[in-house]
């Protein structure tokens, strides 16, 4: 699941481009379709080729609504960058230009739009050179230009392969276990009630799951999800999710907050962040300044504390610890963007390194300062979690050479990771412990037992799948899957009987015709207790798997692969031959044949299936008891 984003100037042809792309505009409000003008952010879905259905944010382009556009493009994939064929570069295509470089977007496309306006080719390379020429040493550095006209159809088939191509090659997001939605967008339909839209990130949100609002921490729960307009039994990290949240009023939410599971986050008041400030700011950043504070969809204002030094100037990088005047959710390693209120500019943007920091710093101490510098570079849990994950089950060795952690920090970052249930091990100790992460270990443990219902259903008479078969269609190597199944087993969600695995609610049930069946065939078996229906005979009569009910349920016991008895038969032959070697030592074939006046099919195959239990040993053409 992906997302794009469009930046660029006013008027330059976003939202009609996109209308060309996707054939939904992204203009929701009257009064954007009167001024021709995108105010708010809006929203449209896009299939590319080997990539599938994406989401699309189209945010404003004006100055003024530039802090519209920050609540929507935080969470993007890939950015359109749109520059006007007529116009060239403009004062909000760099803004946005930094805008995108500063929250670090894994570059995009460069839309050239209304080449219909400039049909001159000279004209357009100038135009391009320029854009080249604006975008070195930025994100978009290496997005390649498509020349397009959202009026007639030029170029966008190759506007949708170069957006294909760049998301190709995109890792998927990470599974991280805590699901975060910040809501850009709330609402509600009759009928329906409170819907909240976002980028979801983290995690994966499930159809009934319980959340909370932060930082309110009013609670609901999900009654339905969909993911780029279908409805879902799950939404996985990436996509564009929209939620319908029973429990809470549309008044209690609003853009901004977000919708997480109960006791993954906290609201913070207080960050410190890596920040760096614009090269063309037009002044310095100075200690105590207010300041508006952009990350997710929030935006709340804060005041600045410069760390290490009294003032920061233009194309600069420094520390700072933020004091915001209202709570916030975010997490270290997130992307922001800091704006002076007025007059209005974008200064610069970092990201955060410790979104809970115990209290205020000492401005100066050398000791904070390090510790910035350290975090900035991850902390050790982190790391090895994201390795962890990245490597999706791995021995602790492995997670810690990948993630370039000597093997002290990382048996200590694991034991922390243990602790709060992020990682788990699934054997083995010490560097050859098996790990993997909390989110995978809950969505293989899904699967499983999503496989096994499913094998229910479609073999509903038989008693559980091989262990073989779930391993192949878990795709897990033999270690892995052994220490999963084990620990499955030891939960009690699953069963084994036989090397076979079911569901531990599971029961054979038997329709009314089956079971008229079953005491059919039972009452041959009474009418000859001793010279009964073959195996072949019964499975013929039953089918196999009600034959294999049939012996799972012990109605049947096979002591042979053509000889079956019922139970209670068995017990009254071995009786016989447990009271015929007491008293006599030894035991002929043919007196147990003439004893049960049965055939020699029927008496060898009894009496080899008690040499094989131990019970007797065969001596030349008799048997005795095993010592």
């Not at 962040?273 to 105590?288: E, I, K, N, V």
């Not at 970092?350 to 390090?370: C, K, N, S, T």
């Not at 071995?574 to 070697?581: A, G, I, K």
């Amino acid at each position: 699941m992906y997302v794009i984003g469009t930046a660029g100037h006013v008027d330059h042809g976003k939202s009609t481009l996109i209308a060309a792309l996707t054939g939904t505009h992204p203009d929701r409000l009257k009064e954007e379709r009167e001024r021709e003008m995108t105010i708010e952010l809006g929203f449209a879905w896009l299939t590319l080729p080997e990539v599938g259905t994406t989401g699309i944010v189209d945010v404003p382009g004006h100055r003024d609504f530039i802090e519209n556009m920050l609540a929507g493009v935080g969470g993007i994939d890939a950015a359109i960058f749109v520059v006007a064929a007529d116009e060239s570069v403009m004062p909000q295509t760099r803004e946005h230009l930094a805008i995108l470089d500063l929250l670090q977007i894994p570059g995009g496309v460069i839309a050239l739009t209304k080449i219909d306006l400039t049909p001159d080719p000279e004209w357009l390379d100038l135009v391009e050179l320029d854009v080249h020429q604006a975008v070195r040493g930025t994100v978009m550095a290496d997005a390649p230009i498509c020349r397009v006209s959202a009026r007639n159809g030029t170029g966008l088939v190759e506007l949708k392969q170069a957006l294909a191509n760049c998301l190709s090659s995109r890792l998927p997001r990470l599974d991280l276990g805590r699901p975060r939605l910040p809501i850009d967008r709330v609402f509600t339909m009759p009928g329906f009630g409170t819907i909240v839209t976002g980028t979801l990130t983290d995690g994966v949100l499930h159809l009934g799951d319980e959340v909370e609002i932060l930082p309110s921490g009013k609670r609901g729960r999900i009654r339905t999800l969909q993911t780029h307009r279908q409805k879902q039994q799950s939404a996985p990290p990436g996509g564009r999710t929209a939620v319908n949240i029973t429990g809470i009023e549309v008044e209690e939410i609003q853009r901004g907050d977000v919708l997480a599971l109960p006791g993954h986050y906290r609201p913070t008041q207080r960050l410190d962040l890596q920040f760096r400030l614009l090269p063309d700011a037009a002044g310095p950043l100075t200690h105590s300044a207010e300041v508006k504070f952009f990350v997710g969809a929030s935006e709340v204002v804060a005041r600045t504390r410069l760390l290490g030094c009294d003032v920061l100037n233009p194309g600069e990088t420094g520390w700072i610890q933020l004091e915001l005047r209202t709570p916030i959710v975010t997490v270290r390693g997130d992307h922001y963007i800091l704006r002076r209120p007025s007059p209005s500019e974008t200064l610069g943007g970092g990201v955060v390194v410790d979104a809970q920091p115990v209290g205020r710093h000492r401005r100066f101490d050398p000791v904070i300062l390090e510790r910035l510098a350290t975090l900035l570079h991850g902390a050790p849990a982190d790391l090895l979690l994201r390795s962890v994950l990245r490597l999706d089950v791995c021995t602790l060795a492995q997670a810690a050479a990948n993630a370039h952690l000597a093997p002290e920090t990382a048996v200590a970052a694991f034991d922390q990771l243990q602790c709060t249930g992020e990682i788990i091990k699934l054997d083995g100790d010490g560097v050859t412990a098996l790990l993997i992460a909390r989110s995978r270990w809950q969505a293989l443990t899904d699967q499983a037992l999503a496989e096994l219902a499913a094998y229910h259903r479609s073999h509903p008479l038989r008693t559980g799948s091989p262990r073989e078969a779930l391993k192949s269609r878990l795709k897990l190597e033999q270690r892995t899957y052994q220490a999963l199944l084990k620990q499955w087993l030891d939960s009690g969600q699953i069963i084994e009987s036989r090397n076979l695995l079911a569901l531990a609610e599971f029961r054979v049930q038997l329709t009314s015709g089956q079971q008229e069946q079953m005491r059919a065939l039972l009452a041959r078996f009474a009418a000859v207790p001793y010279t009964p229906p073959s195996v072949k005979e019964c499975i013929t009569e039953l089918g196999e798997d009600l034959y294999q009910v049939a012996v799972a349920q012990s109605y049947l016991l096979p002591v042979s692969a053509e000889v079956v008895f019922r139970p209670v038969d068995v017990a009254a032959m071995h009786q016989w031959v447990d009271d015929h070697l007491a008293a006599h030592g030894i035991l002929a074939v043919t007196e147990f044949r003439d004893a049960f006046n049965t055939s020699r099919k029927y008496a060898l195959a009894f009496l080899e299936y008690l040499d094989a239990l131990g019970v007797t040993v065969r001596d030349g053409d008799f048997r005795k008891q095993r010592t």
